[in-house]
């Protein structure tokens, strides 16, 4: 079974471009996260869908982050524009169910993730 | 807010000797807890997830406690091999947000 699949792995780009950041939860999974992971500050949570609905973006950082989920297969981080304080490594992340629902075992899978520079 | 430290930051031992890894978090009401691996430039890749109403969870030469009341889990890892190098990051589950340790760094030494 392929697992969460996120493209592209590196993006190097210049400042005030856009960015965008692409993933594919993993087949079946209804909960979708995008993490940021940086060196000072860890990992964030940025936005979390639940059924294709975002349910909780507080981690966004500023109106310049946006995320969408158009299907239950296809996730995106947008970035518009870019600042080179963005430089960091974009995770998406995906797992069944919804907290306090039976069969939510809560295991979160990772993909790859998207290492992106900004110049 | 959910603060999670892990201890020590760092870790080198040789090749045999066994691993322990601890994770205390300040907010008990948690759903579950999670063991991540993350190897550089890679992934997390999810090594236990030990369920609120469980004591421990064990994988191969992997064993992890909770102790929900304390506020502490602790990964034991046995018999460490080279392949163990990696960062090991634990995660609490309130609802549906993990919130996550800085990870301990852990090398062994062949």
């Known amino acids: 079974d392929a697992g969460v699949i996120q493209s592209p792995r590196h993006e190097v780009t210049e400042m005030g471009q856009e960015v965008t950041l692409r993933c594919k939860p993993i087949?079946?999974?209804?909960?979708l996260f995008w993490y940021r992971q940086t060196m000072m500050r860890g990992l964030e949570l940025l936005i979390y869908?639940?059924?294709?609905?975002?349910?909780?973006d507080s981690g966004m950082p500023e109106d310049r982050f946006s995320a969408k989920m158009p299907n239950a297969s296809f996730s995106t981080l947008k970035i518009q524009p870019s600042e080179p304080r963005d430089s960091a490594v974009y995770f998406c992340?995906?797992?069944?169910?919804?907290?306090?629902?039976?069969?939510?075992?809560?295991?979160?899978?990772f993909g790859e993730g998207s290492r992106l520079t900004v110049l | 807010k959910q603060e999670v430290t892990q201890i020590p930051a760092a870790l080198s031992v040789p090749e045999g000797e066994n691993l322990v890894l601890n994770c205390s978090f300040t907010d008990s009401a948690i759903y579950n807890l999670q063991w991540f691996r993350q190897d550089p430039g890679k992934g997390l890749t999810s090594l236990l997830l030990i369920q609120s109403s469980q004591r421990e969870q064990t994988s191969g030469r992997l064993n992890a406690s909770l102790d929900k009341s304390s506020g502490r889990s602790t990964l034991y890892i046995a018999a460490s091999q080279p392949g163990d190098s990696a960062t090991y990051l634990c995660?609490?589950?309130?609802?549906?947000?993990?919130?996550f340790g800085a990870g301990t760094t852990v090398t062994v030494r062949a």
């Open positions: 995660a609490p589950i309130s609802d549906y947000k993990l919130s």
């Open positions: 869908f639940n059924n294709n609905v975002p349910i909780d």
């Open positions: 087949s079946g999974h209804n909960s």
């Open positions: 992340a995906s797992k069944f169910g919804q907290a306090g629902r039976h069969g939510d075992t809560g295991e979160l899978f």
